[in-house]
């Protein structure tokens, strides 16, 4: 069978949310895939073994009975590390990120898997560090021509040199209300809602306390929320039916989206053309930003304009929910968001990585090099 490797956890403060997710999708796979768990801790140790794949082991974290693992550049094989030896175990055919959050949708755990010459069926290093960025993020979409919310971008270290400057600027700029968010951080963590000067200054402490730097925004009323998902399947991409998430707050919570009661509706109760529109940009956005995998786009929708709020480069549960009702169709979906990632893969193979003799040929003599210096 081929060994399927499926990242989950990390050093976030969505760790918990990645591991329900990561257990379901090793859970999940099945046919021709043999699902090998990769748990990543808090303290960013890597895991291995079957009985991650069972949700009652996170309550205990027996870690006697799971192997410590790793994974090296130039070498598609998970290693066992014992008692600082290292120890093949298998070689990966492919890797699935479900890693929310830092380290994982950033880009980084793309980068390791990239030299170590892993395929994986999940976004590539740029399309997962502009998605979680979200000042990048702001300035990618404007590049393509997609609609978001106006906002000026805070830094930490201004913020504590001047409080009440940055405080006033900020108002100037944006007004209120308006919503204060970190800039790297998702599940709707650190967000708040502003309503006057005074509750800027503990939004900014809050935002501050997970990130260097904070995206302010304008903050709408009376509006709602629509998110649509996107994965690309034999060159194709299959962009799902809207939904609405249901909340009785301001701003959707982290509760709203993970708590037992979560509600939605799906497909969302929206005009026929809006819907289009917005499943029109998310795949725009999916083929202009180059991702791969599956990403669910959160929209923000008010009398009638859409803007975009925020791209999920690795959604909760993969989005499954939003192209199919059955853990069984979902094990297909895994299956070709497999065989994509191969085929990514292999396309990135079959580029040059040299250009004729290797650069340590040339002279370092008369003349000298491009860009150097040369004595007279």
Not at 31 to 41: F, L, T
Not at 119 to 129: D, M
Request: glycine fraction near 10%.
């Amino acid at each position: 069978m081929k060994n399927v490797l499926v990242f989950f956890g990390g050093a976030s403060s969505e760790h918990d949310v990645s591991v329900v997710t990561g257990v379901m999708t090793a859970n999940c796979l099945g046919g021709k895939y043999n699902a090998v768990p990769v748990y990543i801790d808090r303290e960013n140790r890597w895991f291995t073994g079957d009985m991650l794949k069972d949700l009652s082991w996170y309550k205990t974290e027996n870690f006697k009975a799971v192997q410590k693992a790793a994974v090296f550049a130039g070498d598609p094989c998970l290693y066992a590390v014992k008692k600082n030896r290292i120890k093949p175990l298998l070689r990966a055919y492919c890797a699935i990120n479900c890693l929310h959050g830092l380290n994982g949708e950033d880009g980084s755990l793309a980068g390791i898997l990239r030299l170590s010459g892993i395929p994986f069926a999940s976004p590539s290093i740029f399309s997962s560090a502009a998605s979680m960025d979200k000042y990048y993020t702001k300035i990618a979409l404007k590049g393509i021509g997609v609609k978001t919310l106006r906002y000026v971008k805070a830094d930490r270290e201004e913020y504590y040199a001047d409080r009440a400057k940055v405080v006033k600027e900020t108002v100037g700029k944006i007004g209120l209300p308006l919503i204060v968010k970190p800039s790297n951080l998702g599940s709707s963590i650190g967000i708040t809602l502003v309503k006057s000067e005074e509750e800027l200054f503990d939004a900014f402490d809050l935002a501050f306390r997970f990130d260097a730097s904070a995206i302010v925004e304008v903050a709408l009323e009376n509006f709602r929320e629509i998110n649509c998902a996107c994965y690309r399947s034999d060159g194709k991409c299959v962009v799902s039916e809207t939904e609405e998430p249901v909340s009785a707050n301001d701003i959707l919570t982290f509760e709203d989206k993970y708590g037992a009661g979560a509600e939605r509706k799906f497909p969302a109760d929206i005009p026929e053309n809006v819907s289009g529109k917005i499943k029109k940009i998310t795949e725009d956005v999916y083929r202009k930003l180059g991702f791969t995998g599956v990403i669910r786009i959160d929209y923000l929708l008010k009398d009638g304009e859409v803007y975009l709020n925020e791209i999920n480069s690795v959604p909760g549960s993969l989005a499954y929910y939003l192209f199919t009702d059955s853990t069984e169709n979902f094990s297909v979906m895994l299956g070709e968001l497999i065989e994509e990632g191969i085929k990514e893969h292999n396309k990135y193979k079959s580029n040059v990585f040299s250009y004729g003799k290797s650069n340590l040929s040339f002279s370092f003599g008369k003349g000298g090099t491009k860009g150097g210096v040369t004595k007279k």
